[in-house]
């Protein structure tokens, strides 16, 4: 039998059991720290004071919430042990992993303060957001063309329209893409695809679909990918940040505007990794190529036709789940050249894809953007990249910002092929 209950604590939450922590009681007491993680609590101080027996299976559930906890740079911390539940600590060499406190004075010395090796982010309010945020003075970026959208509405593209681009040069962005040896391989295959640090993700406009992905492509230098239409963006980040919806979720249209602000600019590339509780996208059910099911006199968005060609959200998808996307957003499309201005073609003044994985508790530092990402994707399963509607609801989340200017370089690759 075990009660236990939650409070707000100076520096995080504060759990105190009272009971037996055994087989019976220990997936209550685990459900409940888990549920604290995946809230964004990230330092919990277990008060065991009113415990007086803990079984094996209760020291598994500590080592397992530290464990996920250290992924995110938190802690559990443990006090008010009674001699006979440290004696169990002891004998099984736990208390050699788990951080246990004699009283006040040391959980105060614990939790104070940060070293002076420690970059303390800032912090502002943005459009619904707070966001800690550390800033880097580098130079800009740039933003580069991949082919063109214009032979989309009638799904036109033809072999000569398909732009081979190696991977490992392909930093960060979005398109239409297939990795293939030839038209004919890919002609199949084209589908939403991003590129975030040299790591590659489509997703085949084919009937019973599944992403398809390359990671560390720098590794290899020669796999090429077959681009339709898309762009790319290079530069260093100007701003490494970590947001939190004001109340409980807040919208991606509010979100990019919030980036603009912070940046103070009218251009920008966005890398973000987010906790979603409500995803509104799309993606193409086939290829938009000439010859299988062209629409010459009308276009594949038009109302009769829209449903055949793209899969929409009506409904929010995917309520829980982390979110890795990558995509640019303009203060105002009107200044825009006019092969950036085709970038925004939705309306919208941000144009993103966002792969969607599965839901695990990430950290709150700003600084550890590429750390997370990474282990995002090397330890989750995804399962569909998407063009992001504004209405996609995220809850928190890690992100960087380029700041962008124009760039040519894709445009004139494309002009003299």
């Known amino acids: ?103 006040m004075d040391e959980i105060d010395r614990r939790t104070k303060g940060t070293g002076d090796d420690v970059i303390t982010p800032c912090h502002i309010q943005c459009n619904g957001f707070q966001m800690s945020f550390i800033e880097n003075p580098v130079a800009s970026g740039e933003l580069f063309v991949v082919g063109s959208s214009a032979k989309l509405e009638n799904a036109g593209y033809t072999e000569q329209d398909m732009i081979p681009f190696p991977i490992s040069e392909l930093w960060c962005g979005c398109g239409l893409a297939a990795l293939g040896d030839s038209f004919e391989e ?17 997703y085949p406009a084919a009937r019973h679909s599944s992403v398809d992905f390359l990671l560390n492509t720098h590794a290899n230098p020669d796999v090429t990918g077959k681009f339709l239409h898309g762009f790319s963006f290079r530069g260093e980040s100007r701003f490494f940040l970590y947001f939190q919806a004001e109340t409980d979720t807040a919208d991606l249209a509010d979100l990019m505007h919030g980036f603009l602000e912070l940046a103070n600019t009218d251009l920008i590339g966005v890398n973000l990794l987010a906790e979603s509780c409500g995803i509104w996208g799309m993606h193409l059910k086939k290829p938009p190529i000439a010859g299988r099911d062209s ?53 919208q003044g941000f144009h993103l894809h966002g792969g969607i994985f599965d839901k695990i508790p990430i950290k709150h530092n700003p600084a550890d953007f590429r750390s997370e990402l990474n282990r995002v994707f090397a330890e989750l399963n995804v399962h569909k990249i998407q063009h992001l509607f504004g209405r996609t609801r995220f809850v928190r989340g890690l992100a960087e910002i380029t700041v962008l200017t124009d760039g040519n370089l894709f445009h004139e690759r494309n002009t003299d092929e």
Not at 53 to 80: C, D, H, P, W
Not at 187 to 202: K, P, T, V
Not at 328 to 336: G, H
């Open 1 to 103: 039998m075990i009660e236990y209950a939650i409070t707000e604590h100076p520096f995080g939450k504060r759990l105190s059991a009272r009971g037996r922590i055994d087989a019976l009681s220990s997936p209550e007491i685990q459900a409940a720290l888990m549920a604290l993680i995946m809230e964004g609590t990230r330092t919990v101080l277990i008060d065991l004071s009113g415990v007086n027996y803990i079984s094996s299976a209760g020291l598994r559930l500590f080592i397992s919430i530290q464990k996920q906890m250290q992924n995110v740079g938190g802690e559990i911390l443990l006090t008010g042990l009674l001699p006979q539940v440290l004696d169990v600590f002891k004998m099984s060499g736990f208390d050699r992993f788990l951080t246990i406190l004699s009283g």
């Open 186 to 202: 890919c002609s199949s295959l084209f589908g939403e695809a991003m590129a975030i640090h040299g790591n590659f993700f489509y």
């Open 295 to 347: 629409v010459p006199e009308e276009s594949i968005f038009s109302c009769r036709l829209f449903p055949e060609w793209f899969h929409f959200s009506v409904e929010p998808a995917f309520t829980e789940s982390i979110v890795a996307a990558t995509g640019i957003a303009a203060r105002d499309m009107a200044t825009l050249s006019p092969n950036f201005g085709e970038l925004f073609s939705d309306g």
